[in-house]
C-alpha cells in the first residue's frame, strides 16, 4: 500500500501528466521514482518503472525508456506487459536481437500477448529471418484474424520471397476489410 506522501507525489505527476505537461510529469516521476529506488519491498515500483519508460518513449527519449523498462524487467520479471515495451524500444532502436529477445520473453509469459506476435515478426523480418517473420505474423493471425495490419506485413514479406500468388491473397484480404487500403491496392496492382 501506498503511503500517503507517496499517493500525493504520484497524483500530483499523474496530473501533470493528464494535463499535457509530459517534460513536468517525467521529472516529477523521475523524483519519485529515484526517492523510492532503493526501497525493492515495493511492488509498485515495477509499475512506476514500466510508466516512466513509457513516458519517456513518448517524448522520444529512446536510451532512458529502455533504462527504465529494463529497471521495471528487473522489479517484476512476470510482468509481460513491461518485456514488450521494452522489445518495442529496441525495435524502435534496430536493436532487433534484443527486441527479439525481449518479445519471447513477453509471450513466455503470456500467450496472450498479441501485439508482441506482430513485432516480433517486425524485428525477424528486419533482422533478415523471413520464414519466422511468417510463422510469428501466422500466429497472431490465427489467433486474431482481423489484426489487418499484420496481415498486410505477411503480404510484403511474400512479395519480397517472389511468393506472388501467397502476397496477392494477403493484400486482397486487407482490401476486403479497408477497401480503400492504398498500399494493399499498389501490391495487388503490381
Given at each position: 500500500?501506498?503511503?500517503?506522501?507517496?499517493?500525493?507525489?504520484?497524483?500530483?505527476?499523474?496530473?501533470?501528466?493528464?494535463?499535457?505537461?509530459?517534460?513536468?510529469?517525467?521529472?516529477?516521476?523521475?523524483?519519485?521514482?529515484e526517492a523510492?529506488?532503493?526501497?525493492?519491498d515495493r511492488?509498485?515500483?515495477a509499475?512506476?518503472?514500466?510508466?516512466?519508460g513509457?513516458?519517456?518513449?513518448?517524448l522520444?527519449?529512446?536510451?532512458?525508456?529502455?533504462?527504465?523498462?529494463?529497471?521495471?524487467?528487473?522489479?517484476?520479471?512476470?510482468?509481460?506487459?513491461?518485456?514488450?515495451?521494452?522489445?518495442?524500444?529496441?525495435?524502435?532502436?534496430?536493436?532487433?536481437?534484443?527486441?527479439?529477445?525481449?518479445?519471447?520473453?513477453?509471450?513466455?509469459?503470456?500467450?496472450?500477448?498479441?501485439?508482441?506476435?506482430f513485432?516480433l515478426?517486425?524485428?525477424?523480418?528486419?533482422?533478415?529471418?523471413h520464414?519466422?517473420?511468417?510463422?510469428?505474423?501466422?500466429?497472431?493471425?490465427?489467433?486474431?484474424?482481423?489484426?489487418?495490419?499484420?496481415?498486410?506485413?505477411?503480404?510484403?514479406?511474400?512479395?519480397?520471397?517472389?511468393?506472388?500468388?501467397?502476397?496477392?491473397?494477403?493484400?486482397?484480404?486487407?482490401?476486403?476489410?479497408?477497401?480503400?487500403?492504398?498500399?494493399?491496392r499498389?501490391?495487388?496492382?503490381?
Amino acid at each position: 500500500m501506498l503511503d500517503s506522501r507517496l499517493d500525493s507525489d504520484l497524483s500530483e505527476a499523474y496530473g501533470l501528466e493528464l494535463r499535457g505537461k509530459l517534460d513536468e510529469a517525467v521529472e516529477r516521476f523521475e523524483e519519485i521514482v529515484e526517492a523510492s529506488d532503493g526501497d525493492t519491498d515495493r511492488p509498485e515500483l515495477a509499475l512506476l518503472y514500466k510508466h516512466m519508460g513509457n513516458l519517456h518513449f513518448r517524448l522520444g527519449h529512446l536510451r532512458r525508456a529502455r533504462e527504465r523498462l529494463a529497471r521495471a524487467c528487473d522489479f517484476d520479471p512476470q510482468c509481460a506487459g513491461a518485456w514488450h515495451d521494452l522489445g518495442v524500444v529496441d525495435y524502435h532502436m534496430a536493436d532487433f536481437d534484443r527486441a527479439i529477445e525481449a518479445f519471447r520473453h513477453a509471450l513466455k509469459l503470456d500467450v496472450g500477448q498479441l501485439p508482441s506476435y506482430f513485432w516480433l515478426g517486425n524485428a525477424l523480418y528486419h533482422r533478415g529471418d523471413h520464414e519466422e517473420a511468417v510463422a510469428a505474423f501466422e500466429t497472431l493471425l490465427g489467433q486474431s484474424p482481423n489484426f489487418t495490419i499484420a496481415r498486410f506485413h505477411l503480404g510484403v514479406i511474400h512479395a519480397r520471397q517472389g511468393r506472388g500468388d501467397r502476397a496477392e491473397e494477403a493484400f486482397r484480404d486487407v482490401l476486403l476489410k479497408n477497401p480503400k487500403d492504398a498500399a494493399a491496392r499498389f501490391y495487388v496492382g503490381t
